[in-house]
Structure formats: C-alpha cells, structure tokens
C-alpha cells in the first residue's frame, strides 16, 4: 500500500470565521463521477452551532464547497445538525439523511446524571441540483427508538438501500439505558420504513458503536464493523465485524478482529481483499489502513499504513478501566478521527476522515492510496 496524494478537503487553519472545527466526515461518488464530501462544521466538536458542509472534487482540481447551512429547526426547537450521509437516487438526484440533535433542553450531547443523549430525530431531504438546495425535509420514522444517531454511508445493494444508525437510551421508562446498531431500508431510496437490528449485545455488555459499513459487490453481503466497548469493563476491545444478508435482513454476530482501535470503515476490494481504515487511538495516535486478503478473516498488522499522525499530542484515554462519563467527556478532546473510504479504482481508494493540532481547529482531510 503506498499514499500517493493527500491534502485537504476543507483547511480549517485558512478560515478567518470561528467555526473551525470539522467532525463526521464522509464521502459518496455519483454515478457521473463527481465525489462529494461531506461533514459537521461548528465552533467546538461538542456546540449547539453545528451544521452540515458539502464539497466535491474530480479529484483533478481542489475540492469547491457545494452547500452549508441545512434548516436545523424541527417542531419548534433548534438543533445542533452532526452529521450529513448523501446517496444517489435511482433517479440521479440526491438525497441526504442528516442526524438532528435538539440542543434546546441540553447544551451537551451525554448527560451522565440520566445516562442519555440529547433528544435527536433522523432527517431526510432531497435535492435536485447536485447538492447546491436542499427540500422536502421529512422526520424518519425510527420507531420510538431512543437517542437515534446515523452510523456512516447510506448503501445501494442489488434490493434496495440500507441507512444506518445506532440508538441509545432507556427502551422504557424507568429501564437503563442500552445500546443497538440498526439500519433501516428501502426498496425505493424514497420510503424508508423496514428497521432490523444490525448488532446488539443479549446481556447489553458490549456496545457496538459507531458501526461502519460497505456493499461487497463480490459476494452481495454487507460488511460491518464496529468500534466496540466493553460497558463491564468500561473499556475499548479489539474492534468487530459481522457480514450482513440483504436479501434476508440479517448479520451475523460481531466477532474480533485482533484490531486494537475505534471507529473502522470498511473497504471491499474486487479481488476478495479488504482494507480497514480505523482510529488508532492509544498512543502514538493514528489514523490507519490495514489489510486482509481473505475479505476479513485474518489481517496483516505489521503491514499497518500509517495515513496521519501527530506524535506531538498524546490523546487523552484510559488505557485499563475508568469512569464511562469521563469518556464521554474525553471524546470532546480527540483531535482526529471519523474515517470513511470508497474504491475509486480496483486498485485505489479515497479516504477521508478529520485531523489538527488540537480541538480548536480541525481540518477535512483525504489521501488516495494505491493497493
């Protein structure tokens, strides 16, 4: 594996406003072969001003900005948009899933005194200009589920369309709070309405965060993996995956993969290889693409590629047990993270993903890596 250009999606050192801050990267290629790139944008990683950004590329020039700034006002309250995942109609036009959080009540996203998330509600919206308007904002119907959150790209598999999200809170009132990963289909790209459960743990011990996901083309199944942590513990665990059935709505349980890191995005390679490109965070911290040659099975970890690093800033994280509310607070220290990848080429992918000095000024970044 080789880098073979890298550079910024959006600089946020350059920018004279005081949002400077870019979390929730992600990224999606049209059908015409534009690239876009999406994410949050606000003053602090954890702020009531945050609001979806989209640019895109040909990747021959510098990436433009599209659009900023979606309505962030629903049934009344005004809220904090985190994050914007776009996908292609059958149509050609676009539409977008955005995840709503109500900043109204809660200025902080975790509340640990109830152990629950601000009230959050999935958008979805569509535009008929590549992405320069948007219309039609239209709640998701997500079933009661509590603390709903968008987990990576939206996928167009051979039946339909798959949207992720993971909910967190109580089920019922007076329950604790429990942890599930979803998606949420359509046959159409337009009514979203059948909700399966991707992962969740029996005895909710585990916590399957912040799944990731790509459409195996090869075999028909979707890859998911997840950045997983152990509520027992209080701890991070070896990183999963599970491989999902379209046709059946059906993954298979989260199994390890001996990868010691966060939130991972899968990327599916023609040949039966697959590329893991996933937050290193203990020390020195890293973002990182692995490989595996038997679509998951085993993975070469001393063949790690090492995509960005500070080696000036130790990130803030207890490596053996500690408090799960100061976790949550030490994610509002995190300088890099959020990777997503897509295959431009059988032998070159697109990754893209957050980074900077510190909180106070974080960058889009991407690198293209041929394999």
């Known amino acids: 594996m080789r880098i073979e250009k890298q550079g910024f999606i959006f600089e946020a050192e350059k920018r ?22 999406s994410f949050r944008l606000g003053t602090r990683k954890d702020s009531t001003d945050g609001n979806g950004v989209i640019l895109a590329s040909s990747l021959s020039t510098d990436w433009t900005m599209v659009f900023s700034n979606f309505k962030n006002e629903f049934n009344g309250h005004r809220g904090d948009i985190k994050v914007v995942e776009l996908f292609e109609r059958p149509d050609g036009n676009i539409s977008a899933f955005l995840s709503w959080f ?20 999935l958008i979805l919206v569509d535009s008929f200009d590549m992405g ?4 039609n904002y239209k709640i998701v119907d997500t079933q009661n589920l509590p603390g709903p959150a968008l987990t990576g790209r939206v996928l167009r598999t051979y039946n339909g369309y798959f949207a ?29 309405t059948k909700i399966v459960t991707v992962a969740r743990h ?3 011990e585990l916590y399957y965060w912040d799944q990731r996901n790509a459409y195996d083309t090869a075999t028909g199944n979707i890859i998911t993996m997840f950045w997983t942590y152990n509520r027992m513990q209080e701890k991070d665990i070896d990183i999963h995956i ?18 010691k890191g966060q939130i991972a995005a899968p990327i599916p390679l023609p040949d039966g290889r697959l590329l893991c490109f996933y937050v290193h965070r203990h020390y020195p911290g890293s973002m990182r693409l692995v ?44 300088s890099f993270g959020h990777p997503c990848g897509i295959l431009l080429d059988k032998n070159l992918v697109l990754v893209a993903y957050y980074a900077g000095k510190d909180v106070s000024c974080l960058s889009a970044r991407y690198a293209i890596i041929s394999v």
């Not at 999902?244 to 989260?254: A, L, M, Q, R, Y």
């Open 16 to 37: 004279s406003s005081t949002k400077k801050v870019c979390t929730f990267t992600s990224l999606f290629r049209h059908s015409s072969g534009k690239i876009f790139s």
């Open 202 to 204: 029996p005895e909710n």
């Open 132 to 135: 320069k308007t948007w219309e």
């Open 164 to 192: 992720f999200f993971e909910s967190y809170g109580p089920e019922k009132p007076g329950l604790p709070s429990s942890h599930a990963a979803h998606a949420i289909f359509s046959s159409d790209g337009i009514n979203f």
């Open 291 to 334: 490989m595996s040659p038997d679509s998951g099975k085993t993975w070469k970890l001393d063949e790690e590629l090492i995509i960005y690093q500070n080696p000036e800033r130790r990130e803030k994280i207890s490596e053996g047990k500690s408090s799960y509310a100061e976790y949550w607070e030490d994610m509002n220290t995190w």
């Open 242 to 259: 599970s491989f999902g059935n379209p046709e059946t709505f059906t993954w298979s349980v989260p199994a390890p993969t001996g990868i």
């Open 102 to 121: 109500d900043c109204s009540k809660s200025k902080k996203l975790y509340d640990a005194s109830s152990d629950t998330i601000q009230d959050s509600k």
